[in-house]
T-cell receptor, first 114, second 118 residues
Framework: EAAVTQSPRNKVAVTGGKVTLSCNQTNNHNNMYWYRQDTGHGLRLIHYSYGAGSTEKGDIPDGYKASRPSQENFSLILELATPSQTSVYFC?????????????FGPGTRLTVL | GDSVTQTEGQVTVSESKSLIINCTYSATSIGYPNLFWYVRYPGEGLQLLLKVITAGQKGSSRGFEATYNKEATSFHLQKASVQESDSAVYYCALSGAMLSGSFNKLTFGAGTRLAVCP
């Protein structure tokens, strides 16, 4: 069964530290996405990718970088973590499939920056 | 830009009662929006509840249904009789091919937390 997995599931980091969130998909989708979810804001798009080697800025990219080394893997990188980046992060993959632009989500990573 | 509005942040309903969660949208950069309801159960990730890609059509799943109303720009979620296991956060979202030709993007509402009381 097609799936999106994320690691770690929970992470505690210190202010100023580097954090890498990883995502793997077996859907063979070209597009992958990173969102953060905060109470009252729904999910907001941080970065996305059209395929291996491509990364694009989403709606709230400041403070984040992304890396797509392969079709299957998409990482989100916080070079200098700040407490404002405490959130739940979701990775997703998706393509146009039978006329629908559905996305498939991973289980989420809860990040706490102290 | 595109936006999705869910007016209720939290809804509390007694078990076996009916439910409606409101969703309206604005799609200015998408030619033919697809509309979705995603659900997040406690401790789990987002999963698709239902989707409708054609205006005027109704989608249904697990007793929930929603109709894509293009004239009213609405996609309200309804269920005739809720169960305690329906307690979760529900997100309305839209996506589709961008008029600019760039990628498809999901735009989410803020979410509605449903609490079903026994």
């Amino acid at each position: 069964e097609a799936a999106v997995t994320q690691s770690p599931r929970n992470k505690v980091a210190v202010t100023g530290g580097k954090v890498t969130l990883s995502c793997n998909q077996t859907n063979n989708h070209n597009n992958m996405y990173w969102y953060r979810q905060d109470t009252g804001h729904g999910l907001r798009l941080i970065h996305y990718s059209y395929g291996a080697g491509s990364t694009e800025k989403g709606d709230i990219p400041d403070g984040y970088k992304a890396s797509r080394p392969s079709q299957e893997n998409f990482s989100l990188i916080l070079e200098l973590a700040t407490p404002s980046q405490t959130s739940v992060y979701f990775c997703a993959s998706g393509d146009l499939d039978r006329g629908s632009y559905e996305q498939y989500f991973g289980p989420g990573t809860r990040l706490t920056v102290l | 830009g595109d936006s999705v509005t869910q007016t209720e942040g939290q809804v509390t309903v007694s078990e076996s009662k009916s439910l409606i969660i409101n969703c309206t949208y604005s799609a200015t950069s998408i030619g033919y929006p697809n509309l979705f309801w995603y659900v997040r159960y406690p401790g789990e990730g987002l999963q698709l509840l239902l989707k409708v890609i054609t205006a005027g059509q109704k989608g249904s799943s697990r007793g929930f249904e929603a109709t894509y109303n293009k004239e009213a720009t609405s996609f309200h979620l309804q269920k005739a009789s809720v169960q305690e296991s329906d307690s979760a956060v529900y997100y309305c979202a839209l996506s589709g091919a961008m008029l600019s030709g760039s990628f498809n993007k999901l735009t989410f509402g803020a979410g509605t937390r449903l609490a079903v009381c026994p």
